[in-house]
């Protein structure tokens, strides 16, 4: 199973014309210093493939970090026969074919060296990456930075930094977080004045390096709340100087933490992307990066005096659960700064995505949503997951619009821009003339 035009002619011609637009990538994981895999390796050894197949059978040692690249790529070979059924197979597929020149229908032990030697980059470094780039038809890819990430080394233009925010919020009471604060910002921070002194400074350096928006991933028992500098003041002090946190203290320094946060993002008028649910550590004996599930009890009920109190701040929303794109659509449907981002991680396949994006083409204004995000490691990954969307796109289109309501093709294709393009390059401050000249 590869991604493929679709079979019916409407939706084939959605497609193609699709598949010829840049791609704008609002939300990935890519090394701007080392975008491209430099051995095929760093493309199996993406979590979803070992983490299918341990699920499939295989020993987690097979995979193993001590191990040569070139022997984890084999031994994971020898499972991926059991795992060529899934959608994230067809990604490996059509990366093999696009980049490596595989003819072959599958991937196995037999052809498994043949390939590593073909996708062997090591000596080719930035001119490998132009190429993934130009073949990929990429105009912007959104990183994922940590707070003290030095930001220099790279064309922030074509990929833009955004400020990753986890660990102030959920970590702050750790060592490390608060030194890191304190030699990333130069301020002494010891104080939630003066925390709130280094996140600003903090929001500063981002934009004056290129940075489009500021992002966290929250687990299901976050509930967001107003912050009162006069309850907070204790527990953060605390925690600046790891003296031991009850229960209660932690979630004061979490909230006051999460609500500085979105003051900021309206002080400097950046977006907010919130990324909803995951649990971590859920199977502990799992491969790296598949121990990971979320929690169905999660709503976005938790954080409505977040919108109501944010009025002026655009938040980009992914919920990790499947079934609670219901309840988003609800939501993105009320307030007009809630926007439904993309399709994240466990519902990040065709079946969810279908149902997800016809719910949302019905039912929230087209000009708020955002249609896909990689979530990617590696710029390989990018064309295979869009073309994914963009078959899921044209096959809803050409099925709800076309035919159910009587568009016609070009009326389809402006919406389909909108989804792809238009809205996340303003949703992202990027101006048309900018765009233009990326193209």
Same mark, same amino acid.
């Given at each position: 199973?590869?991604?493929?035009?679709?079979?019916?002619?409407?939706?084939?011609?959605?497609?193609?014309?699709?598949? =010829?637009?840049?791609?704008?990538?609002?939300?990935?994981?890519?090394?701007?210093?080392?975008? /491209?895999?430099?051995?095929?390796?760093?493309?199996?050894?993406?979590?979803?493939?070992?983490?299918?197949?341990?699920?499939?059978?295989?020993?987690?040692?097979?995979?193993?970090?001590?191990? &040569?690249?070139?022997?984890?790529?084999?031994?994971?070979?020898?499972?991926?026969?059991?795992?060529?059924? &899934?959608?994230?197979?067809?990604?490996?597929?059509?990366?093999?074919?696009?980049? +490596?020149?595989?003819?072959?229908?599958?991937?196995?032990?037999?052809?498994?060296?043949?390939?590593?030697?073909?996708?062997?980059?090591?000596?080719?470094?930035?001119?490998?990456?132009?190429?993934?780039?130009?073949?990929?038809?990429?105009?912007?890819?959104?990183?994922?930075?940590?707070?003290?990430?030095?930001?220099?080394?790279?064309?922030?233009?074509?990929?833009?930094?955004?400020?990753?925010?986890?660990?102030?919020?959920?970590?702050?009471?750790?060592?490390?977080?608060?030194? @890191? *604060?304190?030699?990333?910002?130069?301020? %002494?921070?010891? %104080?939630?004045?003066?925390? !709130?002194?280094? *996140?600003?400074?903090?929001?500063?350096?981002?934009?004056?390096?290129?940075? !489009?928006?500021?992002?966290? #991933?929250?687990?299901?028992?976050?509930?967001?709340?107003?912050?009162?500098?006069?309850?907070?003041? &204790?527990?953060?002090?605390?925690?600046?100087?790891?003296?031991?946190?009850?229960?209660?203290?932690?979630?004061?320094?979490? #909230?006051?933490?999460?609500?500085?946060?979105?003051?900021?993002?309206?002080?400097?008028?950046?977006?907010?992307?919130?990324?909803?649910?995951?649990?971590?550590?859920?199977?502990?004996?799992?491969?790296?990066?598949?121990?990971?599930?979320?929690?169905?009890?999660?709503?976005? +009920?938790?954080?409505?005096?977040?919108?109501? +109190?944010?009025?002026?701040?655009?938040?980009?929303?992914?919920?990790?659960?499947?079934? /609670?794109?219901?309840?988003?659509? /609800?939501?993105?449907?009320?307030?007009?700064?809630?926007?439904?981002?993309?399709?994240?991680?466990?519902?990040?396949?065709?079946?969810?995505?279908?149902?997800?994006? !016809?719910?949302?083409?019905?039912?929230?204004?087209?000009?708020?949503?955002?249609?896909?995000? #990689?979530?990617?490691?590696?710029?390989?990954?990018?064309?295979?997951?869009?073309?994914?969307? @963009?078959?899921?796109?044209?096959?809803?289109?050409?099925?709800?619009?076309?035919?159910?309501?009587?568009?016609?093709?070009?009326?389809?294709?402006?919406?389909?821009?909108?989804?792809?393009?238009?809205?996340? =390059?303003?949703?992202?401050?990027?101006?048309?003339?900018? /765009? #233009?000249?990326?193209?």
């Amino acid at each position: 199973m590869t991604t493929s035009a679709p079979h019916d002619p409407k939706a084939r011609e959605l497609f193609e014309e699709m598949a =010829r637009w840049p791609v704008y990538d609002p939300h990935s994981h890519i090394d701007p210093h080392r975008p /491209a895999a430099r051995n095929f390796d760093e493309v199996l050894g993406y979590h979803y493939y070992t983490e299918l197949a341990h699920s499939a059978g295989m020993p987690a040692d097979r995979v193993a970090p001590e191990l &040569t690249h070139r022997k984890r790529a084999e031994n994971l070979a020898e499972y991926l026969d059991r795992i060529d059924n &899934t959608v994230q197979f067809s990604w490996l597929l059509e990366i093999c074919r696009t980049f +490596h020149g595989l003819t072959d229908e599958k991937i196995t032990p037999k052809n498994i060296g043949a390939i590593y030697d073909r996708a062997d980059h090591a000596a080719d470094g930035a001119t490998w990456d132009r190429e993934v780039w130009d073949k990929t038809r990429l105009e912007a890819v959104f990183l994922t930075n940590d707070f003290d990430d030095p930001l220099e080394g790279w064309d922030t233009r074509k990929y833009v930094p955004c400020l990753r925010t986890d660990d102030l919020v959920l970590k702050l009471h750790e060592p490390s977080t608060a030194q @890191r *604060l304190r030699s990333v910002t130069g301020i %002494d921070v010891q %104080d939630f004045a003066t925390l !709130r002194q280094a *996140l600003a400074a903090l929001f500063e350096r981002f934009l004056m390096k290129g940075a !489009r928006a500021c992002a966290i #991933s929250l687990p299901p028992d976050f509930i967001p709340r107003r912050a009162t500098p006069k309850c907070a003041v &204790t527990p953060v002090r605390r925690a600046l100087h790891q003296m031991d946190l009850r229960p209660e203290e932690h979630a004061e320094v979490r #909230s006051a933490v999460f609500w500085t946060l979105a003051e900021l993002c309206a002080d400097f008028r950046l977006p907010f992307d919130l990324m909803i649910g995951p649990i971590r550590n859920v199977y502990p004996a799992g491969v790296a990066g598949g121990r990971d599930l979320f929690d169905r009890r999660v709503s976005l +009920h938790d954080y409505r005096e977040l919108f109501n +109190h944010f009025a002026g701040v655009t938040f980009p929303v992914s919920t990790l659960s499947p079934d /609670a794109g219901a309840e988003l659509v /609800a939501y993105a449907w009320i307030f007009p700064n809630v926007v439904p981002m993309g399709h994240w991680w466990y519902s990040n396949i065709p079946a969810y995505i279908a149902a997800d994006l !016809r719910a949302r083409l019905q039912a929230v204004p087209k000009t708020k949503l955002v249609g896909y995000y #990689s979530d990617a490691y590696k710029l390989e990954f990018v064309l295979p997951k869009f073309n994914m969307y @963009r078959k899921v796109l044209a096959e809803t289109l050409a099925e709800d619009a076309v035919r159910g309501r009587g568009w016609t093709l070009e009326r389809a294709l402006e919406l389909a821009r909108l989804v792809l393009l238009e809205n996340p =390059r303003r949703l992202f401050g990027r101006s048309d003339a900018e /765009a #233009s000249a990326r193209i």
